[in-house]
């Protein structure tokens, strides 16, 4: 069943979180800034040199002081400051973070990581307490497919392979991605019912695993 968590609001704030070097005008991520009032970057700071304790940090003051319900929308690195948040910050099911969207995660835990991202390493294997999507591309410099799912079944999220579409940043010209709000809706309707009500595990993921109207027609995200 479903439990009431206490809310000033039942429309979600949704959090971007950027990973290395940050996220430029350009990216996904900012553009859903300039044009959605419900989204709000999490300024992390030391976007060039993370460090994962500051970063869990940044992440989790910026959680506290929005209005719950939180949707994090994290690119590369910042789904590995996620996992760590929710690692170090436990929190009670779907509150007061509601949900994620987890794109192109990066790999921590290759031999061949850079430097900078060493600090984030080994990447958490714990089950995230809230609903979650992790997005991977087949053709990610930055994480293997294969990789890629296994943070995924690590974390209990739903796993959407896109095919060969880069890091899924500007680079790889998907401008305002149409998929990815797709996605972001449905972590949205995973997350609760629009009343303050969180959805128990079992309901977020049948929700998650629901296809959209658009998606039968065979050009978006496979699974």
């Excluded at 949704?14 to 996220?23: D, E």
Aim: charged share 15%; proline share 10%.
């Amino acid at each position: 069943m479903s439990h009431f968590a206490p809310s000033h609001g039942a429309l979600p704030t949704i959090l971007t979180v950027p990973g290395l070097g940050g996220s430029g005008p350009s990216h996904w991520q900012t553009l859903w800034e300039s044009s959605r009032p419900d989204v709000v970057r999490v300024e992390l700071g030391m976007w060039n040199t993370p460090h994962r304790n500051a970063w869990v940090t940044k992440l989790d003051e910026a959680i506290r002081q929005a209005q719950a319900p939180v949707i994090l929308a994290a690119h590369s690195l910042g789904c590995l400051a996620v996992a760590w948040w929710a690692q170090l910050s436990p929190q009670p099911y779907g509150w007061p973070v509601a949900g994620a969207l987890l794109v192109a995660p990066a790999d921590v835990d290759w031999e061949g990581a850079p430097d900078e991202i060493r600090s984030f390493a080994p990447a958490p294997r714990l089950p995230l307490p809230f609903p979650s999507i992790l997005v991977a591309s087949s053709d990610d410099p930055w994480a293997s497919i294969d990789r890629a799912h296994s943070m995924a079944a690590n974390w209990g999220s739903h796993f959407v392979d896109v095919g060969p579409q880069g890091h899924l940043n500007a680079a790889s010209g998907i401008g305002w991605w149409a998929e990815g709000q797709e996605l972001l809706e449905r972590v949205i309707a995973a997350s609760g019912d629009g009343h303050g009500h969180v959805r128990s595990p079992g309901d977020a993921r049948s929700f998650l695993g629901l296809p959209t109207p658009e998606r039968r027609g065979g050009d978006h995200p496979r699974h």
